[in-house]
C-alpha cells in the first residue's frame, strides 16, 4: 500500500499469497540477497499472526546477529538484547508479566556458544519462551567464522585449517534435558515453519525450533538445495513426539537431517510454579503503600 | 552503672556461634542499648575460626571495638588468638572440663572463668549444642543484666519449634546464669539505654528491608560472599511480600533478567561482590543505553580475582563508578550504616524508575554482613510510579516515541501489554522508537539527551553527613561503611583534646563538588578509605582540583578500629 509519504511495504507474501500484518516499519531488511533470513521473517509473522494473541501482548526478544537486526523490522514491542543474553532477558520479562508471550529470535552463535549457559540452565526451568535458533552454522554479521554449529574440519576465516572440535547437537541437548517441545525446521518451507512458530509460541513451556537456514555468503555448500537432499522428516519415519529415546536416535543420525516434531511434554512451566504469581502478573502487584510490620518484628 | 560492654564469642566454625552472638546481640538490644555486631570468618563451613562480638552502648554504638570485657573461648585458639584483646579488666570463659586446656600456658592477662558449659547443657537436660545458652545464662550474669529478658529473646527466637525447645534452651540458659552466680561476682551492672524501640539488622538486612519498602518487585542474583544474604533474605520472605526472587545461572543472566523485567514495567535490582560484578558490566550499558530502571547491589570484598571472600575491602569504588562500555548517567549511592542501607536502597529504586537508569548501591563485608541499630518512623511506605506513559499514541511510523527527546532528558515510557505502545528497548544505539540508528545526529541527540538526565539527577543529591567541632584543624572524609568507626573515632580523640571535623559521603556520584569543596576547602582533609591507592582521592582531586596529602588507608582485609584511626591521626596533626 503506497500512500503519500510513507514508504512502500516490502513485499513479503508467502506462496498462498498471504500477506503478513506487523509489516508496516520505516525501516526495510539489511540482509543479503538470498539470505534465509527472508524467509523466517516470513515465517515469523505467519507464526504471530497463527496465535490470534493480542499484539501489544506479544513480545519479541533479539539476540544480537543477522538474526537479531530483525529487531527494526517488526511493529511488536520488542527487547534487543546483549549477544547471547537474549534467553535471560526474556526469562525476566516473561516473570515479570506471564500475560505476555514471548518470542526469542537468536542464531546459533547466541543460543548455543555465547549463550550457552543460560540455553543448558534455562531449558531446565521449562520457563514458557518460544526460541527460535537460526541455526546458519557460522557468525556470519561478523563475516564468517565457524560457529558451535559448524562441522568438524570446516574452514572459515577463524579456522582457516579447518575447524577442530565436533558440532553441537542441540537437538540431542535438548531431549536430554528437559526441554518441552524441540523441533527443527527449514527456512525453505515458509508456512511449515509459520505454523511450527504457531505452535511453539502455543506450548506452555521451553519451546526450541532450530531452523535450517541457508547463508549463501559465508557458508554456500550448505545452500537451500542441499538441505532439501539431506532433509528427512519425521512425520514420515512415524515418529511419536511423545517418545524422547526415539527423538535422541533420530537427533543423533548422520546420515541424514531430520525436521519435525522431535518432543512435546505437557509440563507446568516456570512461573506457573511460582506461588508468588499465582494471583496475577507481577507487574501488576501494587506497590502504592507497602506495610513491612511482619517482617519488622524479627528485628526488635 | 556501666554504660557499654563488648563481648566476643570464638570459636570452631559450625558450633552455632553465630546464633550463639545473634541470641547475645538481642539481649543486649531488648536492654535498650545501640548494638554494632561484627563477624570473623573464612571461607570455609566447617573448621575454620570463627568469631562474633558485640559492642553495645547505651548512648549509640557506631563500630566495634578492639578491647574486649568478656572473652568466650570454646576452643584453644580462642584462646591465644585474641591476647592482644584482652586486658586487665576483662574476663575469659572458657570450658575445662570440655578442652582439657591448662589455662596457665596462655599467660592470659586478665581474670579467667571456668564455665563447664557442656556439662551444664546436657545436665539441665540438652544436648551439647545448648552449651551456647550455658554461655547466654552466664554472660547475662557477668554484666549485670537481666535474666528475664535473655528468657524473652529465647522465647521469641525458639518458639516456632515448639515449646518443648524453647524449654531446654531456657533451662540450658538458667543452668548458665546460676552456676556463675554461685562461683563468681559479676564485671559490670549494665544500665539500661533507650533504643528499646529501635531495630538491630546486618546491613544487608537493611538493604533487603529497604529494597521491599521502595517496591521492590524482582529480584535476580547468584550467590556471591558478601552479598548472598540479601538472596536468603528476600528468598525466604517472599511468600509473604509477593516478589519474585530468582536464583539465575550466572550473574550474567541474573542482570540481563532483571534488565527484562525493567523493560516489562517491574522495579528490578540484583546484587553481587566484586568477581560477579565484573560478569554484570556489559548488563550495566544495557541498563543505560535502553533506560531501563535498575539497582545493582555490590557489597565489596578484598580483590582482585577471588581475592579474599570473607573480608572487607573498598577497593572497587573506580571501578563501580567507571564499569561499562563508553558513558551513561548512573547514580553510585554508599551507604554508611544500617539507617542509610535501609533509607537508600528505598530510594534507589524510585530514582532508578524517576531517571530510566543505573542505580549503584554500594557496601562492603563490614557494613553487609555487620548488625546495627536503627529506627524506622514507620512500617508504611508510599512509593509512586513515575515516568510511564499509560495512554500512548503511536505515529506514523506505527511505533510509539519512547526515546523522544525530552527537557530533562527523562522520556515517558510504555510498558508491553500496552496497546500503542510499540518501541524496542535497545542494546544498539538508536532513535526516538528504538530503533537501531547510526547516524551521527541521531547518536548525538539520543546520548545528549541521556546525560540530560544528569543534570537533573545532580539535583537529588542531598547534604551528605557532616559533624564539625569547634577549633577542628583536621576535617576526616570517608565515603561507606567508615562512616561508623570515624564517629568512635572522633570521640576517642576529642577524649585526647583533638577536636575534628568529618564528611561522610553516601551519595558518592553524581559528585557532591561543592559541598565537598565547601566542606574540606579551608581545613586539612585526612582521607579515610579501604583500599591501596586512595580511589576516594583520587576522585576528590578529579573532581574538585583539591590534592589530597594525608590519607589513613586499609587494605589488609579488617575493618578500621577507632583506636586505629585515632593514634594515626595523632601522628599525623
Known sequence: MATAGAQSEPQVQDRYGRSAAGLKVPKHPTWCPGCGNYAIWGAIKLGLEGTKYPKEKTVICYDVGCSGNMADFNAYYGFHSLHGRALPAAVGTKLANHELKILVVIGDGGCYGEGGTHFLNLMRGNHDICILVHDNHRYSLTTGQMSPTTDKGIKTKSTPEGSIEEPMNPMAIAISNHATFIAREFAGNIPKLGSRITEGLNHVGFSLIDVLQPCPVFNPAQSYDWYREHMIQLEDEGHDPSDRLKAWKQATRSDKLPIGLFVKEEKPAYHQQVSELATGPLVNKNIASVDLASLVKDFQ | ?573
Not at chain 2, 557477668?142 to 525458639?158: E, K, P, Q
Open chain 2, 1 to 573: 552503672m556501666a554504660n557499654e560492654l563488648n563481648w566476643k564469642v570464638a570459636g570452631f566454625a559450625g558450633e552455632g556461634i553465630m546464633t550463639t552472638g545473634l541470641l547475645f546481640s538481642k539481649t543486649c538490644a531488648r536492654h535498650g542499648m545501640s548494638i554494632f555486631d561484627y563477624t570473623e570468618y573464612p571461607s570455609l563451613i566447617r573448621g575454620g575460626h570463627n568469631t562474633y562480638q558485640v559492642y553495645a552502648n547505651t548512648s549509640g554504638a557506631f563500630a566495634q571495638r578492639k578491647m574486649v570485657d568478656v572473652l568466650v573461648a570454646l576452643n584453644r585458639n580462642s584462646l591465644s588468638f585474641h591476647k592482644d584483646e584482652l586486658s586487665s579488666d576483662s574476663l575469659v570463659i572458657y570450658d575445662q572440663d570440655d578442652d582439657k586446656v591448662d589455662i596457665n600456658d596462655y599467660a592470659l592477662p586478665c581474670q579467667v572463668f571456668n564455665l563447664p558449659m557442656v556439662k551444664l547443657a546436657i545436665d539441665s537436660g540438652g544436648q551439647r549444642l545448648m552449651a551456647n545458652n550455658v554461655i547466654l545464662g552466664a554472660s547475662v550474669y557477668f554484666f549485670g543484666m537481666s535474666l528475664d529478658i535473655l528468657l524473652t529473646v529465647i522465647t521469641a527466637v525458639f518458639q516456632d519449634k515448639g515449646e518443648s525447645v524453647v524449654k531446654l534452651n531456657a533451662g540450658a540458659a538458667l543452668a548458665g546464669y546460676e552456676y556463675a552466680k554461685a562461683h563468681a561476682k559479676p564485671i559490670m551492672q549494665i544500665d539500661k539505654g533507650p533504643f528499646e524501640q529501635y531495630l538491630t539488622a546486618t546491613g544487608n538486612e537493611a538493604i533487603s528491608l529497604g529494597a521491599l519498602a521502595g517496591g521492590l518487585q524482582f529480584y535476580a542474583a547468584y550467590p556471591m560472599t558478601p552479598s548472598s544474604s540479601i538472596l536468603h533474605y528476600l528468598s525466604a520472605t517472599a511468600k509473604q511480600t509477593n516478589i519474585v526472587v530468582k536464583h539465575a545461572e550466572d550473574e550474567i543472566s541474573a542482570i540481563n533478567m532483571a534488565c527484562g523485567a525493567s523493560f516489562a514495567g517491574a522495579r528490578a535490582m540484583v546484587g553481587t561482590s566484586g568477581g560477579g560484578f565484573c560478569y554484570m558490566t556489559e548488563g550495566l550499558g544495557l541498563a543505560g543505553i535502553a533506560e531501563l530502571p535498575l539497582v545493582v547491589f555490590e557489597g565489596m570484598r578484598p580483590g582482585p580475582a577471588l581475592g579474599m571472600p570473607t573480608w572487607t575491602a573498598q577497593g572497587d569504588l573506580g571501578f563501580i563508578l567507571n564499569a561499562s562500555q563508553d558513558e551513561f548517567p548512573r547514580f553510585v549511592l554508599t551507604p554508611g550504616d544500617a539507617q542509610e542501607a535501609f533509607e537508600l536502597t528505598r530510594i534507589a529504586l524510585e530514582l532508578a524508575e524517576k531517571y530510566q537508569t543505573l542505580v549503584m548501591l554500594v557496601s562492603d563485608k563490614y557494613l553487609s554482613e555487620s548488625r546495627l541499630t536503627f529506627k524506622l518512623e514507620s512500617t508504611v511506605f508510599k512509593n509512586k510510579r513515575q515516568a510511564f506513559n499509560g495512554n500512548p499514541q503511536p505515529d506514523e511510523s506505527g511505533f510509539f516515541p519512547r526515546y523522544l527527546e525530552s527537557e530533562n532528558g527523562v522520556s515517558p515510557r510504555t510498558i508491553p501489554g500496552t496497546a500503542g505502545g510499540t518501541y524496542i528497548a535497545n542494546s544498539y544505539e538508536h532513535d526516538k522508537y528504538g530503533l537501531a540508528a547510526e547516524e551521527g545526529s541521531i547518536r548525538l541527540e539520543q546520548m545528549d539527551k541521556r546525560f540530560r538526565k544528569f543534570d537533573a539527577m545532580r539535583s537529588e543529591v542531598p547534604r551528605q553527613y557532616e559533624e564539625r567541632e569547634a577549633g577542628a584543624e583536621v576535617t576526616l572524609v570517608s565515603f561507606g561503611s567508615t562512616k561508623g568507626v570515624i564517629r568512635a573515632a572522633r570521640t576517642l580523640l576529642k577524649k585526647d583534646g583533638i577536636p575534628t571535623n568529618t564528611l561522610n559521603l553516601s551519595w558518592i556520584w553524581p559528585f557532591p563538588k561543592d559541598q565537598v569543596k565547601d566542606i574540606i576547602g579551608n581545613g586539612r582533609p585526612i582521607v579515610v578509605e579501604g583500599n591501596k591507592q586512595g580511589q576516594l582521592a583520587r576522585l576528590i582531586a578529579q573532581e574538585t582540583g583539591m590534592m589530597i596529602n594525608d590519607y589513613i588507608r586499609r587494605y589488609d582485609g579488617r575493618p578500621f578500629y577507632a583506636e586505629d584511626i585515632a593514634s594515626e591521626v595523632k601522628k599525623l596533626v
